[in-house]
């Protein structure tokens, strides 16, 4: 089977995984059967699919024409027979529970036509024991996606130990065509890659506060301010379900050994229903106050021990061959929302430092809970997970990644879709050292800055992420840091145009506010939320907005923190044009790219002139004055004056 041969797929379970499934198989075109084992739960299901379809067109992500015909793809049904007679692919989403699943294939098989691939959207158990049920075991494989599925990107696609290629490359494609990102999972092991990752740490956090080495709290806080995790690991606990976390943990005990052994308050948590948010309460209480992490209580030791499992776990995967280091990466920031993946977290920290670290927690106890793996003890001894002895001249960034759409525009794209390209202190500096390689570039004459995803241009600074430095000291350096980063677009000789779309908030505005021009999509908010946290723009908004819609107006902007459309901000001065939803990226890259075909020297000169005359008009007419004399004799203005009356466009060379 190939991709174009898939027509019509069956979910099985309209739960919350299944209708999320379901709606992303829809919104992609495709025909969907929602099965569920009564009208009741089928009903509430496809309820559920029609809200989220309603918010996402009410929200401008999608026309009203996707909503209408997404509602119309999805077919709710009871009967499994009927629901799979005619179905090309089968995704289960039941309940996680072997035997049950195990049940549910038998009868599918007899079921749906031998035509038919089925995947497991399984958090952690074997694909190959559920294929081995069916007589399709070479059409089976897991295709775990992650909640909710309508915005998470990541998709894992799981090979069991009788999954074929054909089977794997179609899924991958079938996944790609929902608009998600697969990930292969090369073996079937516990947990995949994600899982694999989170549900130790998760574990580990709870044996240090087991052992008294420190508090709930103090974790925490190490785990979202210290390592800038998006959650602390008790918070996310709590998020997950404690129960759902300790039965991952027992089967993987079950499978993998004494290393995966659930900590006793995890199981006295469960034990005493106390599941999380689900519940009302877990590691906190959520009727009582809720989740409150201190930012100044990050502790060294326990870093230490958080990354000698995040490591030793990356190594596990890379012995086991699950998948190669860039894949495990990459499934964890997008899967876990991590502000990087685990290899290069712990190459930063350092392998022989997180090897000594395991070696010393293995001597105090028994089991081989610490035993450094042969993947991290291999990758120690060569570097890092990365390597550490090869020479490379290229520039690699996290945070952003540098484009050329056509042989003009350099395009750098604030990279961190998950976290709605919110800005962390790497960010600023990436985009710092992005800029200079583009200025340095003499292929290049214009740049262009949009966001990642659909969701947001930058919703602004990563608070959480820089809240664990919160001191006036390094603030003040963190506001310099910031104005100069984006500052270097401003000061840039080239022109440069920002698209939009999604949320333009905070810092995000503020580099904005750099740009020469502004383009964005009708559904764009622009905003300056700072006041609402008791602070004010400190990236350049307090001196560079007021330049370009008046005082008046930016004063409004930054005193109320109220959000603004961008019909708005077209009407005010602030977004030069408005576009389609669809239309941002054809036409921003079509601005810059006229935009360099313009007079390299006539376009640094002016853009100079403006900036020296914003507050004292006589000294931007002198620098504009010995502009206009460098430039009369140079070889653009000969150039420009020998097109004058032709229909041919000038070719600046900037020279």
């Known amino acids: 089977m190939e991709l174009d041969d898939i027509e019509r797929i069956t979910v099985l379970g309209a739960g919350t995984m299944g209708h999320g499934i379901a709606e992303v198989a829809a919104l992609a075109g495709y025909e969907v059967n929602l099965r569920d084992i009564n009208e009741e739960l089928v009903s509430d299901g496809y309820e559920q699919i029609e809200w989220s379809l309603d918010k996402l067109a009410e929200k401008d992500r999608i026309s009203e024409e996707a909503r209408d015909a997404a509602k119309e793809n999805v077919t709710p049904i009871v009967d499994l027979e009927e629901a799979v007679e005619d179905t090309d692919v089968v995704i289960e989403a039941i309940v ?68 074929s ?37 998760m574990n ?17 806080s190490t785990t979202k301010y210290g390592m800038g995790l998006p959650m602390g690991s008790f918070e996310l606990g709590d998020q997950v379900g404690n129960d759902v976390s300790l039965h991952v943990l027992e089967y993987m005990h079950d499978v993998l050994g004494a290393a995966y052994e659930p900590c006793p308050l995890l199981e006295r948590k469960v034990d005493d229903e106390e599941l999380g948010k689900k519940t009302g309460k877990g590691f906190y209480d959520y009727e009582n106050g809720g989740v409150d992490i201190p930012t100044d209580a990050i502790r060294e030791d326990v870093t230490g021990r958080l990354h000698a499992v995040l490591a030793n776990e990356t190594g596990k995967l890379l012995a086991e061959d699950v998948a190669p280091i860039e894949d495990i990466d990459k499934a964890v920031t997008l899967g876990a929302a991590f502000p990087k993946g685990p290899g ?3 190459d930063e ?39 550490g002895d090869e020479e490379d001249d290229t520039v690699e960034f996290d945070t952003v990644r540098l484009e050329y759409p056509t042989e003009m525009v350099g395009h750098i794209v604030l990279d961190r879709p998950q976290q709605m390209n919110t800005v962390n202190p790497e960010m600023l500096e990436e985009f710092s050292q992005a800029v200079d390689l583009l200025e340095d ?58 698209g939009i779309d999604g949320y333009a908030l905070g810092g995000g505005m503020e580099l904005a506010t750099c740009a020469d021009m502004r383009i964005a999509t009708e559904r764009s908010t622009f905003g300056q939320p700072e006041f609402d946290l008791g602070l004010l723009p400190g990236w350049g908004g307090t001196q560079r907005l007021k330049h370009l819609i008046g005082e008046s107006r930016a004063r409004e902007i930054i005193f109320t923190a109220d959000h603004y459309d961008a019909d708005t901000m077209h009407d005010w001065g602030f977004v030069n044009r408005v576009v389609g939803n669809d239309e941002l990226e054809e036409k921003a890259i079509e601005l810059a790219d006229d935009l360099a075909r313009g007079p390299p020297l006539a376009m640094e000169y002016t853009k100079k002139a403006m ?3 914003r507050d004292d008009t006589d000294a931007g007419l002198e620098v504009e004055a010995q502009a206009f004399g460098h430039l009369i004799h140079t070889d653009d203005v000969m150039e420009g004056i020998s097109k004058l009356q032709s229909d041919e466009d000038p070719e600046f060379e900037g020279k």
Not at 166 to 187: G, I, N, W
């Open 349 to 387: 920290a350092g392998l022989d430092s997180i090897v000594a670290t395991l070696e010393e927690l293995q001597e105090e106890v028994d089991e081989n809970r610490y035993a450094v793996s042969d993947g991290l003890r291999e990758a120690a001894e060569d570097g890092g997970f990365y390597g």
């Open 611 to 613: 900036l020296a005359g």
């Open 204 to 220: 580990e956090a709870c044996w240090i506060v087991e052992e008294d080495v420190a508090s709930i709290a103090e974790v925490d």
């Open 441 to 498: 570039d003499d292929g290049v004459r214009s740049i262009l800055v949009t966001g990642a995803g659909d969701r947001a241009f930058s919703a602004g600074a990563d608070a959480m992420g820089m809240a664990g430095s919160a001191n006036p000291i390094d603030a003040i350096k963190l506001s310099r840091k910031g104005q100069q980063a984006w500052g270097k677009l401003e000061e840039s000789a080239m022109p440069a145009v920002v």
């Open 96 to 163: 996680e529970e072997m035997s049950i699943k195990q049940e549910v294939y038998e009868e599918l098989d007899g079921y749906a036509p031998d035509r038919t691939i089925f995947a497991s959207n399984t958090s952690s158990l074997s694909i190959t024991d559920l294929s081995e049920v069916t007589d399709r075991a070479e059409q089976f494989c897991g295709m775990h996606f992650f909640n909710p599925p309508v915005r998470m990107e990541l998709v894992e696609v799981i090979s069991g130990a009788h999954t």
């Open 344 to 346: 290069k977290l712990c």
């Open 165 to 201: 290629e054909e089977t794997m490359d179609v899924v991958v494609d079938l996944a790609e065509s929902m608009d998600k990102t697969p990930v292969r999972v090369r073996k079937d092991r516990p947990g995949f890659i994600v899982n694999r990752i989170l549900v130790p740490l």
